[in-house]
């Protein structure tokens, strides 16, 4: 069996860019508080990786965010509230993403070393095409342009349904899906990968599990990083994941030990009772 990786479609912020994923983290925090309704930061990190409208649903459904809405409205929230406030994320989410544009640490690199090997970069994200254009324009400026970008309004439904993923794979004209990989920060991500029929890698550290930026990551001691770390790692596998990295800056050993499996005939979402330190054992 060859073990060529025919493509790797990559979640943007969180996996590829705004190390904790904390664009959205205001976006969705303004959008609320000009409603009066005061968001915490965790009930907005639970659902990272949806459609944004799936995520504001998910927001209101939370018995707690629904009290507060009915308190600070005087009604229950309806389908035309979400509308009124997707309308206003959108404008606020491009705000956000002009200041949370920056590549994590290893991106670049590991997109050349997939491209050197023939491999075809996808991406997904939660995004409408209508917040993409200032984020898509950030990382080309430092040298990242996949070469197929879906957004959540590409398809009927976005993650956890693969629909996106299937998207960018026909798009990139690349199969068979046992020979590629899904990257994503998120839970929902790493679902619509299994979901897809790939190979799916989580990162651990630098999305929205953990939510830190990279100096607040960084300025944590040991302990609580170890802790944060095996915290995210436990959900990603849980969800699916068939490895789990750190940050996008170690994918190539992840991608080196998926072509080992391919080469002993392995499949996505059957991994063998040997095991490395970044996978699900």
Avoid at 10 to 28: H, Q
Avoid at 254 to 270: K, Q
Wanted: net charge negative.
């Amino acid at each position: 069996m060859t073990t060529d990786i025919r493509a790797v479609v990559f979640d943007w912020a969180g996996t590829m860019v705004d190390f904790g994923s904390r664009a959205p983290i205001g976006a969705f925090a303004q959008a609320f508080a000009e409603r009066g309704v005061d968001l915490h930061e965790h009930e907005i990190l639970a659902d990272m990786g949806r459609a944004k409208r799936e995520h504001i649903v998910r927001l209101l459904e939370r018995p707690e965010v629904a009290e507060r809405w009915r308190m600070c409205t005087g009604s229950r929230w309806t389908s035309l509230d979400v509308d009124q406030l997707m309308i206003r994320l959108e404008p606020l989410m491009r705000s956000s993403i002009e200041m949370h544009g920056q590549l994590i640490p290893g991106a670049c690199e590991s997109v050349e070393a997939l491209r050197s090997a023939g491999t075809k970069i996808g991406s997904t994200t939660g995004y409408t095409q209508a917040m993409m254009p200032p984020l898509i324009r950030a990382a080309a400026d430092q040298g990242y342009v996949p070469d197929a970008v879906f957004c959540s309004d590409d398809a009927p439904l976005g993650r956890p349904a693969p629909f996106l993923i299937w998207k960018a794979l026909l798009s990139l004209e690349r199969w068979p899906i046992r020979q590629c990989v899904v990257v994503d920060d998120t839970c929902t991500g790493v679902e619509a990968g299994r979901a897809a029929g790939a190979w799916t890698v989580g990162c651990a550290i630098s999305g929205a599990l953990v939510g830190l930026t990279q100096s607040d990551w960084e300025a944590l001691d040991g302990s609580e990083k170890s802790r944060r770390f095996y915290a995210s790692r436990a959900a990603l596998e849980a969800s699916g994941a068939d490895f789990v990295i750190e940050t996008v800056a170690q994918l190539p050993a992840a991608i080196a030990e998926i072509r080992n499996r391919l080469l002993d005939g392995g499949m996505p979402g059957l991994p063998p009772a040997s095991s490395i330190v970044m996978e699900k054992s």
